[in-house]
């Protein structure tokens, strides 16, 4: 068996996110497409193995999976074989052959994530599916000042939403920043790895800081409880944006 | 009467185009959408002036139509009003309130478009109904080399499609130019006023250019034969932005 590992983007506008839903097979996922894909291809089922199981409208420029296939394609005419059958919203970008022991989610050191925001009186037409509209005034000064306080080594048990099942809430930032091209904020963090929604909390949380309901410093305090109402509410999930995987 | 002034956005993925189809009611056009919107608002039937005829797939980042309005509703809130009920893939970004014989088609002294090619291997899922993916290689010096003989007073005759009802194929190009961003190539003109599809038409001769089935200064002798079978092909329309009508 040939272990083979693959970076693929997605538009997740139109799937109910990445991971199989066993119950509901009717549903569309990027993970069920892909599987479907890969059989027809090769003409074995598959059960391929996610980075990172992304939420419904999620978007991704790195995911990575890895997938154990008897058949001996040549990994270029495989990324090439699922390209001309995928659907026109999921690409494979690259497929390389790994050790046998290589597994897309347990050996991820590190993620990088980006969140888009439209910042301006009325929506983009063109960004509806990738940025959160923001249209009251944020005081960017203000969330600059309350960046530097998520990152570093902290429990981030205020930011993880329910139904996560992560043995622990201690996770690493190391970089969060925020760039303005002139509507568009971007939020990029890159961290070890990401609780439950974490980052769309963190997003959330920050435009709260934007629009004045809380301040920078007030960070601190919202890690320190360790509960989930204590940070803001969760950003949508069109406005993000998995960037990479690190091994 | 008042005459507002309208400068729109919209995405073209999901419109049969801007002009509204007589005999194709059923048909989603841009201006048949807009138009039922304001009745919605102002309870009065309308007939919107556009000042460009976008073709299908074809976007607007500044399209600008007019109509005449029977009502003292405030600019600011017909805006508001009419993007509240809009889809959200067509956004009013302006309305002025202007003379009476103001008309957006007739009295537009210029227009500014651009043209989006992606330039990889592979698609990508977030430009796939903006840009036009191209993969074979591309002598891009070669494209720089051709795009003088396009500016200028000419007969654009052999890039004007069937169906064009323009009487006179003479046009001015004040500028075209490319600029290449990391694998997204973008062609930027500004004229007088395009034929039909003559933007598209400039950019599939353009590509035929860059892979060298043409040399640059054939486009002398294709603007010189003045007919549509000298120039490559018509680019496909969903790489097409209207950028900018100047009055």
Known sequence: MRNLKCVIAYDGTNYHGFQRQPHQTHVAT??????STIKQVIKQEVDIIGASRTDADVHAEGQVF??????????GKFSLALNTRLPNDIVILDTTEVDAKFHARYHSQGK?????????QFPSPFLRNYAY??????DLDAIKDAL???????DFSSFRAAGCNASSPIRTIHNLSMEQKDNLITFSIYGDGFLYK?????????????????????LKEILAAKDRKAAGPTA????????????
Chains 1, 2 share one sequence.
């Open 236 to 247: 949508p999930g069109y406005g993000l944006f998995l960037e990479e995987i690190y091994y």
């Open 148 to 154: 530097p306080y998520l990152e570093g080594k902290h």
């Open 66 to 75: 890895n997938c154990y296939l008897d058949c001996s394609i040549p990994t």
């Open 30 to 35: 990027v993970q069920g497409r892909l599987e």
């Open 198 to 218: 974490m980052v769309r909390t963190i997003v959330g949380t920050l435009i709260y800081v934007g629009y004045g309901k809380l301040a920078p410093a007030q």
């Open 133 to 138: 509209h923001v249209y009251h005034h944020l």
């Open 112 to 120: 990088k994530y980006y969140y888009q925001v439209y910042y301006d």
